[in-house]
């Protein structure tokens, strides 16, 4: 499991993060959505490990993460940015080899390893192309592939991918090809969590959802008990109205037109 | 499948033995020439009697004497001195992920220009030429000190809430920079034409104090904190892609950063200490192999390192023979050779999109 524990974090007076408290399994995939500045992403990187003055604890397998040096906590987790921005002419394949970097596997082991990761994100045609050439949906599936050779293999401890608005520049088949794959690994043994903007696509992909606002959870809980109406439009301000797909019965949302003008729309729950 | 990556293997060790061997050739070469020229066959025999082969090879007594006490302790301290060149400009351009570094951005050779500029001015005795070696050694040591002071002024300011900020770091040293360049400013205001003169010729470079003496301190430092950087080729690997990511991949971001930026300062201030500034070789030599070879830091640290030696030595080479007898400062040949080839590369880059 991997946990965060009454996690608060301020920057001079402006509160990021109240007493945030996050639970992730293995073999789950958890969705964080909330408005523009609810703390999803500094919640992420706190959990990562990268921020670092904040209150409360996280707990990777039973052990504070303060306790892990780099090294041991990139075999436990991987971390998928918004954007990677990369300046010299690796090739796709060094770039996921990168992901090899703490294993001290052999040549041939991460050399499987890569293969496999290239094979399943589809981008094993790229393996020799310069990086600063590709697509930014070629070069975001190539870091996926990079984050999926970090924790690849079966381990007696369960692994965790965070995901950081992995999506944010693509277009929907992209989107849906990067958020199946990181729903495909979770089988490994591996927890995901992905902040999504995109409502829709959390429901249909994750297995529990947190909502954020204004630094706090305001619901979480498994996907059908907390994709709820209320807990929706309290979290964003906007109303909206629930539909089922006729055919699977997932649910998706429309938001509702507002008929007053944006500039003097005043919502209360 | 596998005979294509053991051969992407064998790539790395093939071109770095490609340099080895250039290295070698341009050593003799370099040996060879000078303002009493000796036979490469000559340069051989004697390098050979040195190891006590050959002992019964006839060779002229004045041949000797050039070579073992002018020549080969010069022609060392160049290799030493472009090698640690060459593998700094590579791990700095690397740690900041930004291909225009110039190893005088983390201040030191600003520190050390300003540390010897004062001291030729105003150090009153100490600075005096007719010193000998005291005078050449208090040089050097006031160089090192300035160097290394200001690279830890840059890094100790640039330190926050337990992170070194690159971005604060490449603008503090442009900071550090300018006060160095104030203080120079304001020494060569009072300076007479002597100490001008002096000061002028430090910074443009010079090879040929070269002593076995100075060697003896400077190569260990040097040799060590040149390899040293090697080791950190993975890290930079992992940390071309961002700082927050190379953590991410299990980087010690933090003290590789400072270890890193310290051994640089350690390479450099030594080479400035001993042969006053020499531009360009940090910065040309790096993108050299990434644009000839591939950037793989595992490749381009090794190689910027013999492939540095190489060019130093082939602008010593030309320093000395230009204008024989008298020879030109190093600084000026790097410039002039360095600059209109780094154009080149650019333009050859940017044709391929490497840009």
Same mark, same amino acid.
């Given at each position: 499991?991997?946990?965060?524990?009454?996690?608060?974090?301020?920057?001079?007076?402006?509160?990021?993060?109240?007493?945030?408290?996050?639970?992730?399994?293995?073999?789950?995939?958890?969705?964080?959505?909330?408005?523009? =500045?609810?703390?999803?992403?500094?919640?992420?990187?706190?959990?990562?490990?990268?921020?670092?003055?904040?209150? =409360?604890?996280?707990? /990777?397998?039973?052990?504070?993460?303060?306790?892990?040096? +780099?090294?041991?906590?990139?075999?436990?987790?991987?971390?998928?940015?918004?954007?990677?921005?990369?300046?010299?002419?690796?090739?796709?394949?060094? /770039?996921?080899?990168? =992901?090899?970097?703490?294993?001290?596997?052999?040549?041939? %082991?991460?050399?499987? /390893?890569?293969?496999?990761?290239?094979?399943?994100?589809?981008?094993?045609?790229?393996?020799?192309?310069?990086?600063?050439?590709?697509?930014?949906?070629?070069?975001?599936?190539?870091?996926?592939?990079?984050?999926?050779?970090?924790?690849?293999?079966?381990?007696?401890?369960?692994?965790?991918?965070?995901?950081?608005? +992995?999506?944010?520049?693509?277009?929907?088949?992209?989107?849906?090809?990067?958020?199946?794959?990181?729903?495909?690994?979770?089988?490994?043994?591996?927890?995901?969590?992905?902040?999504?903007?995109?409502?829709?696509?959390?429901?249909?992909?994750?297995?529990?959802?947190?909502?954020?606002?204004?630094?706090?959870?305001?619901?979480?809980? %498994?996907?059908?008990?907390?994709?709820?109406?209320?807990?929706?439009?309290?979290?964003?301000?906007?109303?909206?109205?629930?539909?089922?797909?006729?055919?699977?019965?997932? $649910?998706?949302?429309? $938001?509702?037109?507002?008929?007053?003008?944006?500039?003097?729309?005043?919502?209360?729950? | 499948?596998?005979?294509?990556?053991?051969?992407?293997?064998?790539?790395?060790?093939?071109?770095?033995?490609?340099?080895?061997?250039?290295?070698?050739?341009?050593?003799?070469?370099?040996?060879?020439?000078?303002? *009493?020229?000796?036979? *490469?066959?000559?340069?051989?025999?004697?390098?050979?009697?040195?190891?006590?082969?050959?002992?019964?090879?006839?060779?002229?007594?004045?041949?000797?004497?050039?070579?073992?006490?002018?020549?080969?302790?010069?022609?060392?301290?160049?290799?030493?001195? !472009?090698?640690?060149? !060459?593998?700094?400009?590579?791990?700095?351009?690397?740690?900041?992920?930004?291909?225009?570094?110039?190893?005088?951005?983390?201040?030191?050779?600003?520190?050390?220009?300003?540390? *010897?500029?004062?001291?030729?001015?105003?150090?009153?005795?100490?600075?005096?030429?007719?010193?000998?070696?005291?005078?050449?050694?208090?040089?050097?040591?006031?160089?090192?000190?300035?160097?290394?002071?200001?690279?830890?002024?840059?890094?100790?300011?640039?330190?926050?809430? !337990?992170?070194?900020?690159?971005?604060?770091?490449?603008?503090?040293?442009?900071?550090?920079?300018?006060?160095?360049?104030?203080?120079?400013?304001?020494?060569?205001?009072?300076?007479?034409?002597?100490?001008? #003169?002096?000061?002028?010729?430090?910074?443009? !470079?010079?090879?040929?104090?070269?002593?076995?003496?100075?060697?003896?301190?400077?190569?260990?430092?040097?040799?060590?904190?040149?390899?040293?950087?090697?080791?950190?080729? #993975?890290?930079?690997?992992?940390?071309?892609?961002? &700082?927050?990511?190379?953590?991410?991949?299990?980087?010690?971001?933090?003290?590789?950063?400072?270890?890193?930026?310290?051994?640089?300062?350690?390479?450099?201030?030594?080479?400035?200490?001993?042969?006053?500034?020499?531009?360009?070789?940090?910065?040309? *030599?790096?993108?050299?192999?990434?644009?000839?070879?591939?950037?793989?830091?595992?490749?381009?640290?090794?190689?910027?390192?013999?492939?540095?030696?190489?060019?130093?030595?082939?602008?010593?080479?030309?320093?000395?023979?230009?204008?024989?007898?008298? &020879?030109?400062?190093?600084?000026?040949?790097?410039?002039?050779?360095?600059?209109?080839?780094?154009?080149?590369?650019?333009?050859?880059?940017? #044709?391929?999109?490497?840009?």
């Amino acid at each position: 499991m991997y946990t965060a524990e009454n996690i608060s974090f301020r920057v001079r007076d402006k509160i990021i993060l109240r007493d945030v408290c996050v639970s992730l399994m293995p073999g789950t995939f958890t969705a964080v959505v909330g408005p523009n =500045g609810a703390g999803k992403s500094s919640l992420l990187k706190a959990m990562a490990h990268e921020l670092t003055g904040y209150h =409360g604890d996280v707990v /990777v397998n039973g052990r504070n993460i303060n306790t892990y040096n +780099p090294k041991a906590l990139s075999l436990v987790r991987a971390v998928l940015p918004q954007s990677t921005s990369l300046q010299f002419a690796f090739t796709v394949e060094q /770039v996921v080899m990168l =992901g090899r970097h703490a294993h001290r596997t052999t040549r041939l %082991e991460n050399i499987s /390893v890569v293969e496999e990761v290239l094979q399943l994100t589809n981008t094993i045609g790229l393996r020799d192309r310069n990086y600063l050439t590709l697509s930014g949906g070629e070069k975001q599936r190539t870091q996926l592939a990079r984050v999926l050779a970090q924790v690849w293999e079966e381990t007696v401890y369960p692994r965790y991918i965070l995901l950081d608005e +992995p999506t944010s520049s693509l277009d929907i088949t992209q989107q849906q090809n990067i958020f199946t794959l990181a729903k495909r690994v979770c089988e490994r043994n591996i927890g995901v969590m992905a902040i999504i903007h995109d409502l829709n696509q959390a429901v249909q992909f994750a297995d529990h959802i947190h909502f954020m606002r204004e630094g706090r959870i305001t619901a979480a809980g %498994e996907v059908q008990s907390v994709f709820t109406k209320a807990n929706i439009e309290e979290t964003f301000c906007c109303r909206v109205n629930i539909y089922h797909d006729p055919c699977n019965n997932c $649910p998706y949302i429309i $938001p509702e037109r507002e008929l007053t003008t944006v500039g003097s729309l005043k919502f209360k729950v | 499948m596998n005979l294509t990556i053991s051969l992407r293997d064998y790539r790395h060790i093939a071109i770095t033995t490609g340099l080895g061997f250039l290295l070698m050739a341009m050593t003799l070469v370099s040996l060879a020439i000078g303002a *009493v020229s000796i036979p *490469v066959f000559d340069v051989a025999v004697i390098l050979l009697q040195k190891i006590g082969l050959f002992r019964f090879v006839e060779i002229d007594a004045m041949h000797e004497v050039v070579l073992s006490s002018i020549r080969l302790p010069r022609i060392l301290m160049t290799i030493l001195i !472009g090698g640690a060149f !060459g593998v700094s400009g590579a791990s700095l351009q690397g740690l900041f992920r930004n291909p225009l570094v110039e190893p005088s951005l983390i201040g030191v050779s600003g520190g050390a220009a300003a540390a *010897v500029v004062t001291l030729i001015v105003f150090g009153g005795a100490w600075a005096l030429p007719q010193a000998g070696l005291l005078h050449d050694s208090v040089l050097s040591l006031v160089a090192f000190g300035g160097g290394l002071a200001a690279t830890l002024i840059v890094l100790k300011m640039s330190y926050h809430n !337990g992170r070194t900020n690159i971005a604060a770091l490449i603008l503090i040293g442009v900071a550090v920079n300018a006060i160095a360049t104030a203080i120079i400013g304001l020494a060569i205001f009072y300076a007479d034409e002597n100490q001008l #003169r002096t000061f002028t010729f430090w910074t443009l !470079g010079d090879l040929g104090s070269a002593t076995w003496d100075k060697l003896m301190f400077a190569a260990p430092v040097l040799i060590v904190s040149t390899i040293a950087l090697t080791f950190f080729s #993975r890290s930079l690997n992992a940390l071309a892609l961002g &700082e927050a990511e190379a953590y991410h991949l299990g980087v010690d971001t933090e003290s590789t950063k400072r270890v890193i930026i310290f051994l640089c300062a350690l390479c450099i201030g030594v080479s400035i200490s001993l042969a006053g500034m020499i531009g360009f070789i940090g910065l040309v *030599v790096p993108h050299l192999i990434r644009v000839s070879f591939f950037p793989d830091n595992r490749l381009v640290l090794p190689a910027s390192i013999l492939c540095g030696a190489s060019l130093l030595l082939v602008a010593d080479i030309i320093a000395r023979t230009i204008v024989t007898p008298a &020879e030109l400062p190093i600084g000026v040949v790097t410039g002039m050779i360095g600059a209109p080839f780094f154009i080149g590369l650019l333009m050859k880059a940017k #044709r391929n999109n490497e840009l």
